[in-house]
């Protein structure tokens, strides 16, 4: 069975902190993507990687950085949380079968207080 | 610039009919697809049906339909027989390829209600 795991459900941080939230797939797929969701816009991408140590800005990668040292797993840091960044993330991953369908992660929701 | 429009913010439909949901898309290329997914309260994204740009027929999965109108662009889903499960967020998708894979652009939404 597919499978992205995201390192938590539910994440309290205060502004200023530097914040980690960890994705890891274990389909072999080769993209992985990093989303924001909020009510009323839907999801955003914010950066995607096509391969181990690729990434590339997605519609908003302002305040974030990514890293991919491996390929099953695409890290989403946020340097200087802020309350704005309160939201939804979503990862998820594709590979080249299936029509390149996205397999998304149970998300983290985050606060930023 | 690619674009997806969902118009209803909100759907009530009641158990057992029939209930569409619509989606409208802009795009310059020739070669795109559309998906739907359906997002429960839980929050995970389930992938629910796929339609690509060339395919002559309309996609179909179980009690979920595409009904693709490419000259109107639009990708509507229809959901037959609807159950209490089914409420939830749904949301259309549209792939746009760019160095050689593919991102997903979504729309805002729509959330459904199943009422006995």
């Known amino acids: 069975d597919v499978k992205v795991t995201q390192s938590s459900r539910y994440l309290v941080k205060r502004t200023g902190e530097k914040v980690f939230l960890e994705c890891v797939q274990d389909?072999?797929?080769?993209?992985m993507f990093w989303y924001r969701q909020d009510p009323g816009l839907g999801l955003r991408l914010i950066y995607f990687?096509?391969?181990?140590?690729?990434?590339e800005k997605g519609d908003i990668p302002e305040g974030y950085s990514v890293s991919r040292e491996k390929k099953e797993r695409f890290s989403l840091i946020l340097e200087s949380a802020s309350t704005n960044q309160t939201s939804m993330y979503l990862c998820a991953s594709s590979g080249w079968d299936r029509d390149y369908e996205q397999y998304f992660g149970p998300g983290t929701r985050l606060t930023v207080t | 610039a690619q674009k997806i429009t969902q118009t209803q913010p909100g759907m009530f439909v009641q158990e057992k009919e029939a209930v569409t949901l619509d989606c409208t898309y802009d795009t310059s290329d020739p070669s795109y697809g559309l998906f739907w997914y359906k997002q429960p309260s839980s929050g995970e994204m389930i992938f629910l049906i796929y339609q690509g740009s060339y395919d002559q027929q309309n996609a179909t999965e179980g009690r979920y339909s595409l009904n693709f109108q490419k000259a109107r662009k639009s990708a509507n889903l229809v959901i037959s027989a609807s159950q209490l499960g089914d409420s939830a967020m749904y949301f259309c998708?549209?792939?746009?390829?760019?160095?050689?894979?593919?991102?997903?652009?979504f729309g805002t939404g729509t959330r459904l209600q199943v009422f006995p």
């Open positions: 998708a549209m792939r746009e390829v760019q160095y050689n894979t593919d991102k997903l652009i």
């Open positions: 990687s096509y391969d181990v140590k690729m990434k």
């Open positions: 389909m072999d797929h080769e993209n």
